[in-house]
Every structure is written in structure tokens, then in C-alpha cells.
């Protein structure tokens, strides 16, 4: 098992810092985001795809650093009915299993995206509980008439390419749980198109992440290391559907996340929020998490992702790293 670190936290930094501190961390893996939500400024995107000397070179600096790059991260909403955000982020997952190929990485992770509720729509729209049949009219359109037939075609890319997509089971996307990423692969007859299990989306709704991974099994082919704290006298109040969310004002640079959308400010009274490995569970959780990931694949890629606000980047990243490595002690591996 490969413990290591998707690099977005670092894109202040060039690569070859990054992967120094990486090792010095004591990780030896490395995920390189290649479009979608944010930038990509850790590879060289134009020059792998034309130069097989860029791609040697882009290989070596990995090799020099003792890093191995297991993972090629596209996150978006690539099913968005927004013009200037879903044909982007779809281009965008396209071309990484194209760079994935090219570069002789097996994995390439992303989400499922999610659709407008009806033809014409202009903004995506996930249906929570559909009760009333009307929801389920909108799941019918989302899935059969955009989700299937665009994810039947990255099927057939991925297959052609040898590259494993890892979907991110994330809420305000159409594949948010175990059921929905089995229902993705049963609808599309799917080889190449499994989970990326990352137990931080997962917490938060009541998800157990090892129930998750014995129930999909080889399903699974990735794995995120990310912490998710559970506030529960928030909870008592709030609830885990939240929506006290606030826009990001000008003066505070919003972070874009495709066309005209930022990401907003979280409520200050969080019912939950995501934490560094071992902020949110302890080796409880931790050992067994990556037990069960090493049983469906020895040489399974974890990698963290660090979004714990409280703490800064080299903090957050050091506090998972010590937290994740110790883990993998403990569980033998």
C-alpha cells in the first residue's frame, strides 16, 4: 500500500517542492490535479500530451523525489448544464485519461457530476429524498438521459486507455453512496468506473466507510485519506442538510469553481466539517479503514487530502501524515 498526498494544498509551491516535502513527510505517493474545479499548475499539461521527452522528464522528477505518482485528480461537475462549466469539465476528464494513458498512470479520479432536472436546464439540481414522483421523473432524466450515456462513453475511453475512473461518492453529485456508484456501474456494464473511497463525504452522512468498502470490494479502486469531525451539538440544532451558507464577498478573492460560480463560506456553527487524518476519529477507525483497503488491493494508493481549515497547509499535512503512517503501522501494513 502507497500512503501519500494529493497535491492541490501545495499549488503555491512548484512540484519539486512539493514532492521534497512529501518525502520528507515520509509519503511516498503523490495525486496531481489536471483540471476541473481548480488549476493545474503541478504538470505541464500541453507538453505531455505532444513530447514523449516531456513525459520521461515529467517521470523523472517524481523518480528523483522517491515519489510515485498513483493518481491523476479531475474533480468538476462534468454533467453540468451550465454552458461555460459542464463541456469544460467533461473536455477536462477526457483529456486526463488521455494524460493518465500517456504517462502510465492506472488512475484517474473524479465525480460523477450531476445534471439539471430537465431538459433545458441551465443549474444542476441533486434531488435529496425523492418522495414525491415528481423527484423521481428528475432522477429518470438525470440518469438515463445524461448520466448513462455520458458515462457509457468514458467507459469505453478509459477501457481503450487502461486507466481505472474513481469516482468520488460525493453529496450534490448523481453517485453520493455505495448504492448509487454500483448503480453507475450496472447501468453503463462498466469494467473500468469504480469508487474512490473517501470516508469524509461518507461520515457525515452516516456512512460507515469499512461497511462500504467490504460491501463494493473491488469496486474500490483508490482511496482518499481525509477526516470528517461530527459536531454533534450542532447536530442536535441543525441537522446534517445545512444550508446557512454564505456567498464569499469580492474582497476576499472567492475561490472559482467553473463560469460564474465560487465556492461559499461555511456556516460558523458547522455541524460538521472536514478535519486532518485522526482530528475526527482516531486509530478506531483508522486502522481498520486501512485493513479493509489493503484486503481489496495490496498496492492500493491513500492519499491525503487536506481541507481542515484550522489548520495550515504544512500543519494540516504533517498532523495526516504522522496520524496515517501510524495507522498503517498498527494495521501491519
Known amino acids: 500500500m502507497k500512503l501519500g498526498a494529493y497535491t492541490a494544498c501545495l499549488h503555491d509551491r512548484s512540484l519539486d517542492e512539493t514532492l521534497k516535502i512529501l518525502g520528507e513527510l515520509g509519503l511516498t505517493s503523490a495525486e496531481i490535479n489536471t483540471g476541473g474545479f481548480i488549476a493545474a499548475p503541478h504538470i505541464p499539461i500541453d507538453d505531455i500530451l505532444s513530447s514523449a521527452a516531456a513525459r520521461e522528464d515529467y517521470l523523472g522528477r517524481f523518480t528523483q523525489a522517491g515519489i510515485t505518482l498513483t493518481g491523476l485528480n479531475v474533480n468538476g461537475n462534468p454533467l453540468n448544464p451550465d454552458p461555460l462549466v459542464g463541456p469544460k469539465h467533461a473536455a477536462d476528464l477526457h483529456r486526463?485519461?488521455?494524460?493518465?494513458?500517456?504517462?502510465?498512470?492506472?488512475?484517474?479520479?473524479?465525480?460523477?457530476?450531476?445534471?439539471?432536472?430537465?431538459?433545458?436546464?441551465?443549474?444542476?439540481?441533486?434531488?435529496?429524498?425523492?418522495?414525491?414522483?415528481?423527484?423521481?421523473?428528475?432522477?429518470?432524466?438525470?440518469?438515463?438521459?445524461?448520466?448513462?450515456?455520458?458515462?457509457?462513453?468514458?467507459?469505453?475511453?478509459?477501457?481503450?486507455?487502461?486507466?481505472?475512473?474513481?469516482?468520488e461518492m460525493?453529496?450534490?453529485?448523481?453517485?453520493?453512496?455505495?448504492?448509487?456508484?454500483?448503480?453507475?456501474?450496472?447501468?453503463?456494464?462498466a469494467t473500468h468506473i469504480g469508487a474512490e473511497m473517501d470516508p469524509s463525504h461518507l461520515f457525515w452522512q452516516g456512512i460507515d466507510p469499512v461497511a462500504a468498502i467490504e460491501h463494493l470490494g473491488d469496486l474500490v479502486f483508490h482511496a482518499a485519506a481525509k477526516d470528517t469531525r461530527i459536531n454533534e451539538d450542532n447536530v442536535r440544532l441543525f441537522g446534517v442538510l445545512d444550508d446557512r451558507f454564505t456567498r464569499t464577498s469580492a474582497d476576499r478573492n472567492p475561490l472559482s469553481l467553473g463560469g460564474n460560480n465560487t465556492l461559499n463560506q461555511w456556516p460558523e456553527r458547522p455541524s460538521w466539517q472536514f478535519v486532518a487524518v485522526g482530528r475526527g476519529h482516531g486509530d478506531e477507525f483508522w486502522v481498520p479503514f486501512l485493513r479493509a483497503l489493503h484486503a481489496v488491493d495490496p498496492d492500493m494508493a491513500v492519499n491525503i487530502e487536506h481541507e481542515d481549515t484550522e489548520l495550515d497547509q504544512f500543519e494540516g499535512l504533517r498532523a495526516a501524515a504522522e496520524s496515517l503512517t501510524a495507522a498503517a503501522g498498527k494495521a501491519g501494513i
Open 96 to 167: 486526463t485519461i488521455e494524460l493518465a494513458a500517456l504517462l502510465g498512470v492506472k488512475r484517474v479520479v473524479t465525480m460523477s457530476g450531476l445534471p439539471g432536472a430537465h431538459p433545458g436546464a441551465t443549474a444542476a439540481n441533486w434531488v435529496v429524498n425523492p418522495w414525491d414522483s415528481q423527484w423521481l421523473n428528475v432522477l429518470d432524466h438525470q440518469w438515463n438521459e445524461v448520466a448513462v450515456p455520458f458515462w457509457r462513453d468514458i467507459q469505453a475511453r478509459a477501457a481503450a486507455a487502461d486507466v481505472k475512473v474513481c469516482i
Open 170 to 189: 460525493h453529496p450534490h453529485n448523481l453517485v453520493f453512496n455505495p448504492p448509487t456508484l454500483q448503480r453507475l456501474v450496472e447501468q453503463t456494464g
